[in-house]
């Protein structure tokens, strides 16, 4: 029964029996204790659907804090991770400028070798260039003298070519006279 089905309650007449203001009074009662009751039965299923709709956000909000904790912590992993590597790089770059730094030296030192074995070369091929100088002016007058002394020694063996010669020729002119020989008359 709810609150309406008591209000429309007509209770019949009667001589002996209860007084109708008394029950009047009674239904009025048991009608406001009724309100108040669903008054209550509604705020309790409003109080009731708050607490799950807060049991709800409670847990949202507890998986929410969850995930931040999670990314809070992911977060650290990562600041730590970049800060390991950071620390690891800048190790290596001083490592490298350290290496840069002897690799600098080693340059000004072949650098300065370079230009001592340039200068020392310049020196050497100009001492070679003189000494070609002189040895090719020697090689020229040698040449000179051996071409002087060639044609000394081609105009002498001419000479001598010619004198060899007037000789073989005597020699034949002798040959070819006749030879008389005391025992034969038969010239030869």
């Given at each position: 029964m709810n609150i309406d089905e008591v209000r429309?309650?007509?209770?019949?007449k009667a001589w002996r029996g209860y007084a109708r203001t008394a029950v009047d009074e009674l239904v009025a009662q048991l009608t406001d204790a009724l309100e108040q009751l669903e008054a209550a039965s509604a705020v309790r299923t409003e109080l009731e659907q708050r607490l799950q709709q807060t049991t709800a956000d409670r847990d949202e909000l507890a998986r929410t804090v969850e995930a931040v904790t999670q990314e809070r912590e992911d977060f650290v992993?990562?600041?730590?991770?970049i800060k390991t590597e950071r620390e690891a790089r800048a190790a290596y770059t001083e490592r490298l400028e350290q290496e840069l730094g002897r690799y600098r030296e080693l340059e000004q030192s072949l650098t300065g070798a370079?230009?001592?074995?340039?200068?020392?070369?310049?020196d050497a091929r100009a001492?070679?260039?003189r000494e070609a100088l002189l040895v090719l002016e020697q090689a020229r007058a040698d040449a000179r003298k051996i071409l002087?002394?060639?044609s000394s020694e081609r105009?002498?063996?001419l000479a001598d070519l010619q004198r060899i010669r007037s000789m073989l020729a005597s020699a034949q002119a002798a040959l070819d006279e006749p030879v008389f020989d005391n025992s034969t008359e038969v010239p030869r």
């Open positions: 429309s309650v007509q209770l019949p992993a990562a600041v730590e991770e370079i230009v001592a074995a340039e200068r020392s070369g310049n001492h070679a260039d002087y002394q060639a105009e002498r063996l």
